[in-house]
């Protein structure tokens, strides 16, 4: 049994869905293994960064074209009237603000003014509804995106300073060992000119 106003709710939970799946699909491949020798050298340092890029503008895109496509279709208008037809005409939350608007005014201030403003404020509230419900979505797919390029830019920094580590500690025992060979030839050349002076 679908309650009043469930319809739409479910068709926007699909279309939501259908987005996150696509979205962690992506994020979810193993590009260096998709791409394989295609990628160039040093791949590995910007590759997270584009993933996610990429991630981001398919999220965007597929919530604007999921927008388009419900606006284009009115789905909103026609869940209203699957709602009201299954309902006996009280849509969802009591025949929604349409039926409120003009509800709440008596019969004699009833226009006809009256009522068309109350229908195009009811077919608006599905649309804006719909925009702030894309708004929300995408700036959440951003944040998770964010977080997610963060991760990868800690771990590539934990890479980068145990790398600078190592080449330090190489440097130091190069240096220590050019120190020592360096006193290792002086030595000869010191006897013999403090032999000489002597």
Request: proline fraction near 4%; include cysteine; hydrophobic fraction near 40%.
């Amino acid at each position: 049994v679908v309650e009043a106003g469930g319809r739409l709710s479910k068709l926007r939970q699909a279309s939501d869905m259908l987005s996150a799946g696509a979205v962690r699909d992506l994020l979810g491949q193993d590009l260096r293994k998709v791409l394989g020798p295609e990628l160039p050298p040093g791949s590995d340092r910007w590759l997270p960064g584009a993933r996610t890029g990429a991630a981001a503008k398919l999220a965007e895109a597929a919530q604007r074209a999921q927008a388009e496509a419900l606006r284009e279709h009115r789905a909103a208008e026609l869940a209203r009237r699957l709602d009201e037809a299954h309902y006996g005409g009280r849509g969802a939350g009591g025949g929604g603000p349409a039926v409120a608007a003009v509800a709440s005014c008596g019969d004699s201030e009833l226009t006809a003014d009256a009522a068309a403003d109350a229908v195009a404020a009811a077919a608006r509230a599905p649309e804006e509804e719909l925009q702030e419900r894309l708004r929300r979505h995408v700036r959440g797919a951003k944040l998770r995106m964010l977080r997610e390029r963060l991760r990868h830019q800690e771990a590539e920094n934990e890479r980068q300073e145990a790398e600078n580590v190592r080449r330090q500690a190489e440097a130091q025992a190069l240096l220590g060992k050019l120190d020592s060979q360096t006193c290792a030839m002086m030595a000869p050349l010191l006897v013999r000119s403090s032999g000489c002076g002597a």
